[in-house]
């Protein structure tokens, strides 16, 4: 079973949730910009939710399905066709071999994510299948898709099947079968002025009075300098009471450094393992997945949190998943 790549689309890598235990050699973690569509869209193919899938960004790839395919997308919508007909997102589908699987205009978000049944046949590199771009490992040959890639696909495992069955009972089976029920997806794509919610960070009490409101109080645009290793700010400059001389240390997912010119950076997946400028913020854990769908020249605003709030938050996003797992199985009996 395998896919053939006609056209790659801007930036198409295979992802999993990361690459941990290995910061401390200066390894990043990577995985993931959006963590909590990539899990959904494995627990609807039937995957165990950190399996590997392809993260698409803005312009999507063109793929032909050499066997009969178990799928789900999620995420941002990226316009999804299979002979000119749009492919429904957020629930399992099944596409016909030999169809065309196109993408086109990125209608919302920034980052979309295909999940096969079984998942892709890549070897992992230091327990992860993830692309590291900038070291070359991982994923497929270390590197964004390129027209002519075949990607390997495993077989779907019994849960899988039961989904395909489930599907294949229908009476009228096109190219393209899905479910009419979908998993909702609401909360991680962006409004047009997204409120990202984050703590205090380390230095948040280095910087001046004025500075520490504008992080609350004003509008923050992205910047086309933005990339999986850092979301960059433009807008109210944040700058220090005075000069601040720091040893490098680390940092984490959703970091916010600011560097001298006072534009804070959002640290994302493919971040360094220690940072050296002064750390305002820490985004919230379950608001990364909200920040990743942030396109280029969108705009985002802050809200404080505390400790405790964040880790509620982070819980009930776990009940969440459990509790989409709980619905598909039921859906599916």
């Not at 790659?8 to 295979?14: K, N």
């Not at 629930?91 to 209608?107: A, D, M, N, T």
């Not at 075949?150 to 495992?157: A, H, K, S």
């Not at 854990?285 to 920040?291: A, E, G, P, T």
């Amino acid at each position: 079973m395998s896919i053939t790549v006609l056209r790659p689309g801007l930036l198409t890598t295979i992802q999993d949730l990361g690459r941990y235990g290995y910061q401390k050699y200066g390894v990043i973690v990577s995985g993931a910009m959006d963590s909590y569509s990539l899990r959904a869209a494995n627990l609807l193919v039937g995957n165990a939710e950190g399996e590997a899938v392809l993260e698409i960004t803005l312009i999507g790839p063109t793929l032909k399905l050499e066997a009969d395919t178990l799928m789900s997308i999620t995420g941002g919508d990226l316009s999804p066709t299979v002979d000119d007909k749009p492919v429904p997102l957020w629930r399992p589908v099944y596409i016909q071999k030999g169809s065309v699987l196109k993408f086109g205009r990125c209608k919302s978000g920034c980052r979309a994510y295909l999940s096969v049944a079984g998942g892709y046949g890549i070897s992992e590199v230091m327990g992860s299948k993830s692309t590291y771009l900038r070291a070359g490992i991982g994923g497929f040959q270390g590197r964004p898709l390129q027209s002519g890639d075949v990607l390997e696909t495993n077989p779907p495992q019994a849960a899988s099947l039961q989904v395909i069955r489930h599907l294949t009972k229908q009476a009228d089976c096109g190219p393209v079968i899905s479910t009419s029920w979908y998993a909702g997806q609401a909360h991680i794509l962006p409004d047009t002025e997204p409120v990202v919610r984050v703590l205090r960070g380390g230095q948040f009490d280095k910087f001046t009075d004025e500075s520490k409101a504008k992080l609350w109080d004003s509008v923050f645009q992205v910047t086309s300098q933005s990339d999986r290793m850092g979301y960059r700010l433009s807008g109210a400059a944040l700058m220090l009471e005075k000069p601040l001389e720091m040893v490098s240390e680390a940092v984490a997912l959703g970091t916010i450094q600011v560097p001298p010119d006072g534009n804070p950076i959002v640290l994302m997946a493919d971040r360094q393992t220690t940072g050296g400028y002064p750390k305002i913020g820490q985004v919230a854990l379950v608001d990364i997945s909200k920040v990743a769908q942030i396109k280029p020249g969108g705009k985002v605003r802050f809200e404080e949190i505390t400790v405790s709030e964040a880790g509620k938050l982070h819980l009930e996003r776990e009940q969440s998943i459990k509790k989409l797992q709980t619905a598909i199985g039921l859906k599916l009996k």
